[in-house]
């Protein structure tokens, strides 16, 4: 049965059994809700009855949203009751842009981020060194230069360079990502198994920095990374098959935990491979994923041109899995100046930054999407790649009648010429952007783009919402924590750790921002009959929170925490300090 069919069915339940606008006063235990909440603010999303105190779920689904006492009929022996005691309920988060298999990874490798300076992670590497056998790579994530209390010396581009790192590890191979995920830095061991020399040209797309002598730093720049990709591959393929697949699943589980303890009952994953999907669908069938995960494809145009019309599937495995989109990089990022800008970098004026990809491919791509009916998503960060982007949009979606009507997205569209901020709202466009990057990013964007270009087209939300467009929200982990509250706060606010606010003429309201992490991704992923409001007859997936994030102060905003978190009317995250159910 469809999700719009459930839909009706659910709503003429209601009409016929129900008193206006809730529940059924049967007495039978078959009646009764399997899960009621009540007791708080209920903010539904839904204009028809955007508010309530009490909602109740049957199957896992909504069948009763009203007062306290309207609801009350259908608590049976069986019910499960959550008393609200005054706290918020909304509809589930769903995260609009993530890497699901990344947040478990980032959990198992060494965790850079929180490290202040170059010499710190030079000492985190040496401290894993002296710990693991020699030739075992050292992995770590999260480091950001433009984040360290002192720049690095020597530097180059404002990077380090190796030497001190390949001396606390002779060793052992090390690769450290970028927070973006679009750079890393690798030692000499690294190197040398990669084959990674003074004379090694730079791949279409990347770049390998080098110093004034011409030696390579360790920098590697977006598809650079892949020499290296490539070298850690042959290592892991050392190891067994049933000790990279546990590995691998716990790895799922670990972001599955994490996910959930965020409030998040929908997760946007952009961007797996097929042999990852492979991972995933089997353990959604055998129970072990608790989030929805709405999922990218991203591989080579050849598998997928074999492989799209088998894996499409919406809404499987009791709905925790649907494929039908296709994600693709046309360029890098801003903090690694590897996003493609039509001028150049203020602060690196040689440089326009970088096309990762062939605008010709990612054109093949969006043929391919219309023939097999999958979404569009690609990743745009710099003013020429959403250019460019939009263009090979406008010429495919152009080819087909219902072209308006087939939610194409844009990953991220950071920085925007002023001319393309109309264009998405006139070919039905979604941005799919994070609002943390926003306040993240801020302290360097000025130095990369310079102030006019930073001003008219850096991290625009209000004029792309002014403009029509439907804007989606999320956070990018594990590039930022998988925490909808952080990035919400950036998106009402775009208030910065010192103070300063970026632009703040671009903020969203509340109930705007709150919509960009609810209906409007349900509806990016054609999932709006089933989830994003909290109505009769769809998905009872609910984030409950311990205050109103609609209406307290302003800087209480970050403070806000998850008590629940329930997916098809299943408690799947409790707060420890949280109160029980009756």
């Not at 990077?159 to 890393?184: C, E, K, N």
């Not at 061991?189 to 090694?200: K, N, S, V």
Request: glycine fraction near 8%; charged fraction near 25%.
């Amino acid at each position: 049965m469809t999700a719009r069919r459930l839909l009706s069915v659910a709503a003429l339940f209601a009409a016929l059994v129900a008193l206006p606008g809730c529940a059924r006063r049967g007495e039978k235990d078959a009646d009764s809700a399997d899960l009621v909440l009540r007791g708080g603010k209920v903010v539904t999303l839904d204009p028809a009855r955007p508010a309530a105190t009490a909602l109740a779920s049957r199957g896992g689904r909504i069948v009763a949203v009203g007062s306290d006492d309207e609801v009350a009929a259908l608590i049976g022996p069986r019910t499960r009751v959550l008393e609200l005691a005054g706290r918020l309920a909304i509809p589930g988060f769903i995260e609009g842009h993530a890497h699901f298999a990344g947040i478990g990874q980032a959990e198992t490798t060494l965790a850079l981020a929180p490290l202040a300076s170059w010499d710190e992670i030079v000492a985190a590497v040496a401290a894993a060194a002296r710990q693991r056998p020699a030739g075992e790579w050292i992995v770590g994530r999260g480091w950001h230069q433009e984040k360290w209390s002192a720049p690095p010396a020597p530097a180059v581009e404002g990077f380090p360079v190796h030497d001190a790192l390949s001396a606390v590890s002779p060793d052992h191979p090390v690769f450290l990502l970028h927070a973006s995920g679009h750079a890393a830095f690798v030692n000499a061991r690294a190197m040398e198994l990669a084959g990674i020399a003074a004379a090694t040209p730079d791949p279409p797309g990347g770049e390998i920095l080098r110093g004034a002598d011409g030696r390579p730093t360790g920098l590697l720049r977006e598809t650079a990374e892949e020499l290296v990709f490539a070298a850690l591959a042959r290592a892991e393929a050392g190891r067994g098959a049933a000790e990279r697949t546990a590995e691998a699943e716990r790895q799922l589980e670990l972001a599955d935990r994490a996910v959930l303890a965020r409030g998040i009952t929908s997760f946007h994953d952009a961007g797996v491979s097929y042999a990852e999907l492979d991972r995933l669908a089997a353990m959604a069938d055998t129970g072990r994923l608790g989030v929805r995960l709405w999922v990218m494809v991203r591989d080579t145009v050849a598998n997928h041109a074999a492989n799209l019309h088998r894996y499409r599937r919406v809404g499987e495995r009791a709905g925790k899995l649907t494929v039908r989109a296709i994600k693709v990089s046309i360029d890098g990022a801003l903090g690694s100046r590897g996003a493609w800008l039509l001028e150049p970098y203020a602060d690196l004026p040689g440089s326009t930054g970088l096309a990762t990809t062939d605008p010709a491919e990612v054109r093949e791509l969006a043929r391919l999407a219309l023939e097999q009916d999958y979404q569009l998503c690609v990743h745009a960060i710099g003013d020429r790649a959403n250019r460019e982007t939009l263009d090979i949009f406008t010429e495919a979606l152009g080819s087909v009648p219902d072209g308006r009507q087939r939610r194409w997205r844009i990953e991220h569209a950071q920085h925007l010429n002023p001319a393309e901020i109309p264009r998405f709202a006139e070919l039905g466009v979604v941005a799919a952007m994070q609002g943390i990057h926003c306040t993240s990013d801020a302290p360097y964007v000025v130095a990369r783009l310079g102030e006019r270009r930073a001003e008219e087209g850096a991290y625009v939300w209000r004029k792309l919402a002014d403009a029509g467009a439907v804007i989606v929200n999320g956070t990018d982990a594990p590039v930022e924590p998988v925490d909808p509250i952080a990035s919400f706060y950036a998106t009402v606010t775009r208030q910065l750790a010192d103070g300063t606010r970026f632009y703040p003429d671009q903020a969203l309201s509340r109930e705007e921002a709150l919509a960009t992490y609810t209906k409007n991704a349900a509806w990016a992923a054609f999932e709006e009959n089933d989830k994003g409001t909290l109505e009769l007859g769809k998905l009872a997936d609910i984030t409950v929170l311990d205050r109103d994030l609609l209406t307290i102060p302003e800087d209480e905003i970050p403070a806000t925490r998850v008590v629940w978190t329930i997916v098809g009317g299943e408690v799947l995250h409790e707060a420890p300090a949280g109160p029980a159910a009756l």
